[in-house]
C-alpha cells in the first residue's frame, strides 16, 4: 500500500511539474495537449514498477529537454540583444554619409554677440543673418559660409556639430572655411574651437532661405528622435 501511494504521489508531482513547464515551453518540444492528456491517462492503466519506471523516463527526458532548451533561448536572448545595442543612438550612427559628397573645410565658431558680429543686443540686425533669418541652433543650425563655395540655403552635414544651414556669410568666410552658430562664446571654445574636417553636402541652396523652410527643416519628424543629444543643447 505504501508503495501504491509513493508510486501515487510521484505521478501527481511528475505531471504537476510537467504540467507547469508545458506551456512555456510547448513551441519547442512539440508536445500538444493531447499528447499530455493522453501520457496522463496511460500513467494510471499501468503497474506499480510500470509507473515508476515511466515516471523516470518522463523525468530524463524532461531534464534533457531542459538542457538543451535554456541554451537555445539564451542564444537567441543574446542576439536579440545585440540588435537592439547596435540600434543607432546618433544622428552619426544613423546615416551612411559617405553617399554624400564631401569637402575638405576649417570650421570654427560664431555668437551674435559683439565678439563675432560686433553688434550688441538691441542693435536692429543684432542676430540677423545674411539671408534675413534668425540666428538659430537646433536639429538645423544656422551657419555661415562662403556663397561660391556653398550657396545660401545649402543643407550640410558637420561631424560633431549636426546639420548646418548657410544662412550668413563672414568677410574672414571665405573659401573653404565655414562659421558654426552657437548661443554663447563658451559654448564655441568648449564645445568647438577650431577643426579641420570634412563635412557632407546634403543639398546645394539656390541662393536664398526663409525663415519658414529652416522651421520645416527642425520640425521634420524624422529627425526628432535625435533632439535630445548632447551636441544640440
Do not use: C
Not at 16 to 40: C, D, H, I, N, P
Not at 178 to 184: A, H
Request: hydrophobic share 35%; aromatic share 12%.
Amino acid at each position: 500500500m505504501n508503495t501504491w501511494k509513493q508510486a501515487g504521489r510521484r505521478l501527481v508531482m511528475t505531471t504537476l511539474f510537467l504540467a507547469a513547464f508545458f506551456t512555456t515551453f510547448q513551441t519547442f518540444s512539440g508536445v500538444g495537449a493531447q499528447e499530455l492528456g493522453r501520457w496522463v491517462g496511460e500513467q494510471a492503466a499501468h503497474t506499480n514498477d510500470e509507473l515508476k519506471r515511466t515516471a523516470v523516463q518522463h523525468m530524463e527526458k524532461a531534464t534533457a529537454f531542459f538542457k538543451r532548451a535554456i541554451p537555445t533561448m539564451q542564444i537567441e536572448e543574446k542576439s536579440m540583444s545585440t540588435e537592439l545595442e547596435a540600434a543607432p543612438v546618433t544622428l552619426e550612427e544613423a546615416v551612411d554619409w559617405t553617399r554624400y559628397p564631401s569637402v575638405r573645410v576649417v570650421a570654427t565658431g560664431y555668437t551674435a554677440g559683439y565678439e563675432s558680429t560686433g553688434k550688441n543686443p538691441g542693435h536692429p540686425s543684432y542676430g540677423i543673418t545674411y539671408s534675413g533669418v534668425q540666428v538659430h541652433r537646433d536639429l538645423y543650425s544656422t551657419i555661415a559660409a562662403d556663397p561660391s563655395v556653398f550657396p545660401i540655403g545649402s543643407i550640410l552635414y558637420i561631424p560633431g556639430y549636426g546639420y548646418g544651414v548657410v544662412a550668413d556669410t563672414g568677410s574672414a568666410i571665405k573659401g573653404h572655411i565655414i562659421d558654426l552658430y552657437y548661443d554663447s562664446v563658451d559654448e564655441v571654445f568648449n564645445k568647438w574651437g577650431k577643426r579641420e574636417l570634412d563635412v557632407y553636402v546634403i543639398e546645394r541652396g539656390d541662393g536664398k532661405l526663409t525663415h519658414e523652410e529652416l522651421m520645416a527643416l527642425n520640425e521634420d519628424e524624422a529627425v526628432q528622435v535625435f533632439r535630445n543629444e548632447k551636441s544640440y543643447e
